[in-house]
């Protein structure tokens, strides 16, 4: 399996700003995705992150809020704009190769726990 | 929509005690199947899987059966230590393979 990693792996931001999230993986990898983990509770897809192409965002989810890059086959960006506290959560990136690891099995960094202020 | 369904937690437990949690999924054609592990403080690992029906995905001990017929894929453990206190998702990824959709999480507590 792949080595992920994710900076920074805590901060804690006022209200209003905007905080840019970075997976790196160890490989290239042909899917990467970003989730959204609320206290308590599950994980939600926010969007599948295409290289060389726009993300493609779950319902509830939109650019402007999430701005998603990804430059390469081993290395994406997710910014959560204008913070609010609803905001804070831990946001984790997933990597998903199909031929080297299976079928369809993601794996995931260790997450970016957020608090907003 | 696909959707997963996990029993509530949390589930607390004597060490070496006997674990069930349970999964059923409401899925179109045939997904696959996975249990990840969430430990305190820690992202979320992979715990198993199973790809088709009737598949038994095992580790460290920990196993759970594809089964088609009731929709489920329940974990279970022959004997707990402390050191699976942790948080269980049950999930699965559609038939396109992309998408995974996860349970609401059972939290496990076990005791000395």
């Known amino acids: 399996s792949a080595v992920i990693s994710q900076k920074p792996s805590r901060d804690i931001c006022q209200r209003g700003t905007s905080l840019t999230i970075q997976c790196q993986v160890d490989?290239?990898?042909?899917?990467m995705f970003w989730y959204r983990q609320q206290p308590g509770q599950s994980l939600t897809l926010i969007a599948t992150?295409?290289?060389?192409?726009?993300?493609?965002?779950e319902s509830g989810f939109v650019i402007d809020k999430f701005p998603i890059s990804r430059p390469n086959l081993t290395f994406s960006t997710l910014t959560v704009s204008n913070m609010s506290p609803e905001d804070s959560s831990i946001y984790l990136c997933?990597?998903?190769?199909?031929?080297?690891?299976?079928?369809?099995?993601?794996?995931f960094g260790p997450g970016t726990r957020l608090t907003v202020l | 929509g696909n959707s997963v369904t996990q029993m509530e937690g949390p589930v607390t437990l004597s060490e070496e005690a006997f674990l069930t949690i349970n999964c059923t999924y409401t899925?179109?054609?045939?997904?696959?199947l996975f249990w990840y592990v969430q430990y305190p403080g820690e992202g979320l690992q992979l715990l198993l899987k199973?790809?088709?029906?009737?598949d038994k995905g095992s580790n460290k001990g920990f196993e759970a059966t594809y089964r088609k017929e009731t929709t489920s894929f329940h974990l279970e453990k022959g004997s707990v230590q402390v050191s699976d206190s942790a948080v269980y998702f049950c999930?699965?990824?559609?038939?396109?393979?992309?998408?995974?959709?996860f349970g609401t999480g059972t939290q496990l507590k076990v005791e000395l």
């Open positions: 899925a179109t054609g045939y997904p696959s």
């Open positions: 992150a295409n290289q060389g192409s726009e993300a493609t965002y």
């Open positions: 490989s290239q990898v042909t899917m």
């Open positions: 997933s990597v998903q190769d199909r031929q080297g690891w299976g079928s369809r099995e993601q794996f």
């Open positions: 199973a790809t088709k029906a009737d």
């Open positions: 999930a699965l990824s559609d038939q396109g393979g992309n998408k995974l959709t």
